[in-house]
Protein backbone atom coordinates (compact mmCIF):
# COMPACT_ATOMS: atom_id res chain seq x y z
CA UNK A 1 0.00 0.00 0.00
CA UNK A 2 1.26 3.64 -0.98
CA UNK A 3 1.16 6.34 1.17
CA UNK A 4 2.03 9.57 -0.08
CA UNK A 5 2.22 12.73 1.53
CA UNK A 6 2.64 15.83 -0.99
CA UNK A 7 4.16 18.99 0.09
CA UNK A 8 3.89 20.66 -3.29
CA UNK A 9 3.15 20.50 -7.01
CA UNK A 10 6.01 17.82 -6.62
CA UNK A 11 8.98 17.29 -8.98
CA UNK A 12 11.84 15.33 -6.66
CA UNK A 13 9.77 12.71 -5.71
CA UNK A 14 11.75 11.17 -2.35
CA UNK A 15 10.96 6.95 -1.83
CA UNK A 16 11.02 5.49 1.88
CA UNK A 17 10.85 2.31 2.54
CA UNK A 18 9.69 2.38 6.61
CA UNK A 19 7.92 4.57 8.42
CA UNK A 20 10.45 5.57 10.65
CA UNK A 21 12.44 7.33 7.59
CA UNK A 22 9.12 9.32 6.33
CA UNK A 23 8.29 10.65 9.68
CA UNK A 24 12.10 11.60 9.71
CA UNK A 25 10.79 14.11 6.52
CA UNK A 26 7.19 14.61 7.59
CA UNK A 27 8.55 15.97 11.48
CA UNK A 28 10.66 18.33 9.90
CA UNK A 29 8.05 19.69 7.56
CA UNK A 30 10.27 19.59 4.58
CA UNK A 31 7.89 21.46 2.27
CA UNK A 32 10.43 24.71 2.84
CA UNK A 33 12.85 22.40 0.73
CA UNK A 34 11.13 22.56 -2.50
CA UNK A 35 9.37 20.93 -5.12
CA UNK A 36 9.36 17.24 -2.97
CA UNK A 37 7.16 15.04 -2.90
CA UNK A 38 7.35 11.81 -0.22
CA UNK A 39 5.69 8.23 -0.67
CA UNK A 40 6.51 5.15 1.59
CA UNK A 41 6.83 2.37 -0.45
CA UNK A 42 6.99 -0.77 2.38
CA UNK A 43 10.46 -2.87 2.19
CA UNK A 44 12.03 -4.51 -0.25
CA UNK A 45 12.77 -3.44 -3.98
CA UNK A 46 9.21 -4.33 -5.89
CA UNK A 47 7.59 -2.01 -4.31
CA UNK A 48 10.07 0.91 -4.17
CA UNK A 49 10.55 0.50 -7.83
CA UNK A 50 6.63 0.31 -8.31
CA UNK A 51 6.82 3.41 -6.15
CA UNK A 52 9.04 5.59 -8.04
CA UNK A 53 6.93 4.65 -11.16
CA UNK A 54 3.97 6.11 -9.56
CA UNK A 55 6.04 9.16 -8.80
CA UNK A 56 7.15 9.71 -12.46
CA UNK A 57 3.47 9.03 -13.85
CA UNK A 58 2.19 11.90 -11.21
CA UNK A 59 4.59 14.58 -12.55
CA UNK A 60 8.19 13.94 -10.47
CA UNK A 61 11.02 14.37 -12.73
CA UNK A 62 13.80 13.43 -10.29
CA UNK A 63 14.08 10.61 -7.78
CA UNK A 64 15.54 10.49 -4.36
CA UNK A 65 15.74 7.07 -2.04
CA UNK A 66 16.08 7.69 1.24
CA UNK A 67 16.65 5.97 4.61
CA UNK A 68 18.56 3.73 6.87
CA UNK A 69 21.36 1.00 5.75
CA UNK A 70 23.71 -1.18 7.38
CA UNK A 71 27.25 -0.43 7.22
CA UNK A 72 29.49 -3.23 5.71
CA UNK A 73 32.76 -0.79 5.66
CA UNK A 74 34.89 -0.66 9.18
CA UNK A 75 35.31 3.26 8.50
CA UNK A 76 31.54 4.10 9.01
CA UNK A 77 29.69 3.94 12.23
CA UNK A 78 26.24 4.48 13.27
CA UNK A 79 25.04 8.07 12.40
CA UNK A 80 27.37 8.10 9.20
CA UNK A 81 25.21 9.57 5.73
CA UNK A 82 26.02 7.64 3.36
CA UNK A 83 25.37 10.15 -0.13
CA UNK A 84 26.78 7.06 -2.71
CA UNK A 85 28.96 7.95 -5.45
CA UNK A 86 26.81 5.25 -7.26
CA UNK A 87 24.48 2.44 -6.59
CA UNK A 88 24.64 -0.99 -7.38
CA UNK A 89 22.21 -4.05 -8.27
CA UNK A 90 23.02 -7.58 -6.47
CA UNK A 91 22.38 -8.36 -10.59
CA UNK A 92 25.85 -6.87 -11.49
CA UNK A 93 24.34 -3.34 -12.63
CA UNK A 94 25.46 -0.11 -11.83
CA UNK A 95 24.11 3.73 -11.37
CA UNK A 96 25.86 6.72 -10.90
CA UNK A 97 24.34 9.20 -8.90
CA UNK A 98 23.78 13.34 -10.27
CA UNK A 99 26.94 14.28 -9.60
CA UNK A 100 25.79 17.98 -9.32
CA UNK A 101 23.07 17.06 -7.16
CA UNK A 102 24.22 14.90 -4.68
CA UNK A 103 27.05 17.05 -4.17
CA UNK A 104 25.01 19.60 -3.21
CA UNK A 105 23.25 17.43 -0.74
CA UNK A 106 26.19 16.27 0.97
CA UNK A 107 28.26 19.79 1.46
CA UNK A 108 24.98 20.67 3.18
CA UNK A 109 25.51 18.42 5.92
CA UNK A 110 29.01 18.25 6.26
CA UNK A 111 30.24 20.34 9.33
CA UNK A 112 27.43 18.66 11.20
CA UNK A 113 27.24 14.85 9.99
CA UNK A 114 29.61 12.55 9.07
CA UNK A 115 29.36 12.15 5.17
CA UNK A 116 30.90 9.42 2.87
CA UNK A 117 30.24 8.93 -0.55
CA UNK A 118 31.30 5.32 -1.27
CA UNK A 119 29.00 2.93 -3.27
CA UNK A 120 26.25 1.31 -2.05
CA UNK A 121 25.31 -2.12 -2.52
CA UNK A 122 21.04 -3.21 -2.87
CA UNK A 123 20.58 -6.53 -1.71
CA UNK A 124 17.43 -8.86 -0.95
CA UNK A 125 17.78 -9.64 2.50
CA UNK A 126 19.57 -7.42 5.47
CA UNK A 127 23.44 -8.38 5.79
CA UNK A 128 23.07 -9.89 9.63
CA UNK A 129 26.89 -11.10 10.13
CA UNK A 130 30.21 -9.15 10.61
CA UNK A 131 30.82 -12.33 7.70
CA UNK A 132 28.44 -11.12 5.50
CA UNK A 133 29.11 -7.53 5.39
CA UNK A 134 33.12 -8.41 5.34
CA UNK A 135 32.17 -10.27 1.81
CA UNK A 136 29.96 -7.18 0.65
CA UNK A 137 33.01 -4.79 1.36
CA UNK A 138 35.10 -6.80 -0.67
CA UNK A 139 33.21 -5.79 -3.66
CA UNK A 140 33.95 -2.05 -3.04
CA UNK A 141 30.92 -0.63 -1.51
CA UNK A 142 30.64 0.84 2.08
CA UNK A 143 26.92 0.30 2.74
CA UNK A 144 23.89 -2.09 2.23
CA UNK A 145 20.12 -1.39 1.65
CA UNK A 146 17.34 -3.05 -0.05
CA UNK A 147 15.67 -0.37 -2.24
CA UNK A 148 18.17 2.17 -3.74
CA UNK A 149 18.83 0.26 -7.04
CA UNK A 150 15.62 -0.60 -8.04
CA UNK A 151 14.86 3.43 -7.32
CA UNK A 152 17.85 4.14 -9.46
CA UNK A 153 17.16 1.50 -12.17
CA UNK A 154 13.53 3.44 -12.95
CA UNK A 155 15.16 6.73 -12.67
CA UNK A 156 17.93 5.18 -15.52
CA UNK A 157 15.09 3.99 -17.78
CA UNK A 158 13.65 7.05 -17.25
CA UNK A 159 16.46 9.28 -17.78
CA UNK A 160 15.67 11.48 -15.00
CA UNK A 161 18.05 12.47 -12.06
CA UNK A 162 18.63 10.15 -9.25
CA UNK A 163 20.43 10.25 -5.59
CA UNK A 164 20.26 8.12 -2.60
CA UNK A 165 20.67 9.47 0.77
CA UNK A 166 21.25 6.92 3.40
CA UNK A 167 22.70 6.39 7.17
CA UNK A 168 24.41 3.57 8.66
CA UNK A 169 22.43 1.71 11.47
CA UNK A 170 24.62 -1.09 12.15
CA UNK A 171 28.52 -1.01 11.53
CA UNK A 172 30.24 -3.52 9.99
CA UNK A 173 30.96 -5.53 13.38
CA UNK A 174 27.62 -5.74 14.17
CA UNK A 175 25.17 -8.81 14.66
CA UNK A 176 21.72 -8.55 13.45
CA UNK A 177 19.09 -10.13 15.99
CA UNK A 178 17.57 -13.44 13.72
CA UNK A 179 13.94 -11.69 14.49
CA UNK A 180 15.11 -7.87 12.58
CA UNK A 181 14.09 -8.71 9.18
CA UNK A 182 10.60 -9.32 10.68
CA UNK A 183 9.92 -6.12 13.33
CA UNK A 184 8.40 -4.28 9.99
CA UNK A 185 5.17 -5.22 7.72
CA UNK A 186 5.25 -5.36 4.24
CA UNK A 187 3.91 -1.46 4.33
CA UNK A 188 7.40 -0.62 6.04
CA UNK A 189 5.57 -0.18 9.77
CA UNK A 190 6.65 -1.21 12.98
CA UNK A 191 5.57 -4.72 14.26
CA UNK A 192 5.71 -4.34 17.74
CA UNK A 193 4.99 -7.84 18.95
CA UNK A 194 7.48 -9.23 16.81
CA UNK A 195 10.26 -6.76 18.46
CA UNK A 196 8.42 -7.26 21.97
CA UNK A 197 9.02 -11.72 21.29
CA UNK A 198 12.61 -10.99 20.25
CA UNK A 199 13.13 -8.57 23.64
CA UNK A 200 11.85 -11.66 25.82
CA UNK A 201 14.92 -14.30 24.23
CA UNK A 202 17.94 -13.49 26.66
CA UNK A 203 20.14 -14.81 24.37
CA UNK A 204 19.14 -11.60 22.06
CA UNK A 205 19.68 -8.96 24.81
CA UNK A 206 22.91 -8.27 24.27
CA UNK A 207 22.47 -7.83 20.44
CA UNK A 208 18.83 -6.13 21.03
CA UNK A 209 20.60 -3.39 23.01
CA UNK A 210 23.87 -2.69 20.86
CA UNK A 211 20.87 -2.26 17.80
CA UNK A 212 18.89 -0.06 19.97
CA UNK A 213 21.68 1.92 20.88
CA UNK A 214 22.88 2.41 17.03
CA UNK A 215 19.34 3.20 15.57
CA UNK A 216 19.34 5.78 18.13
CA UNK A 217 22.10 7.73 16.93
CA UNK A 218 20.98 6.79 13.06
CA UNK A 219 17.55 8.19 13.85
CA UNK A 220 19.24 11.39 15.19
CA UNK A 221 21.52 11.63 12.45
CA UNK A 222 18.73 11.08 9.66
CA UNK A 223 16.58 13.91 11.47
CA UNK A 224 19.23 16.43 11.48
CA UNK A 225 20.02 15.24 7.15
CA UNK A 226 15.91 16.20 6.70
CA UNK A 227 16.64 19.41 8.63
CA UNK A 228 19.79 20.56 6.84
CA UNK A 229 18.99 19.57 3.37
CA UNK A 230 15.39 21.44 3.70
CA UNK A 231 16.95 24.86 5.13
CA UNK A 232 19.45 24.58 2.48
CA UNK A 233 16.60 23.39 -0.17
CA UNK A 234 19.20 21.43 -2.37
CA UNK A 235 16.27 18.28 -2.53
CA UNK A 236 14.82 20.14 -5.34
CA UNK A 237 15.36 18.49 -8.87
CA UNK A 238 18.37 19.64 -10.64
CA UNK A 239 18.74 19.89 -14.47
CA UNK A 240 18.86 16.16 -16.00
CA UNK A 241 22.10 16.94 -16.95
CA UNK A 242 24.75 15.27 -14.28
Do not use: C
Not at 100 to 113: F, K, P, Q, T
Not at 194 to 206: C, D, H, Y
Not at 227 to 237: D, K, M, N, P, Y
Amino acid sequence: MTRAVSFSAGRAAIIVALSVEQASLRRLALAGAGDVSITQSGPGPARAADNARAALAAGANALVSWGLAGGVHARLGSGTVVVPRRVRGDDGAVYPTHRAWRSGVADSLRGELGVDDGDLLTVAEPLATPAAKSAAAALGVVAVDMESAAVAAVAARARVPFIALRVVVDTAADVLPPAAVAWVDARGDRRFGAAFAAAVKPLQWRALFVLAKRYRAASRALDRAAALTAASRVLAAPAAAG
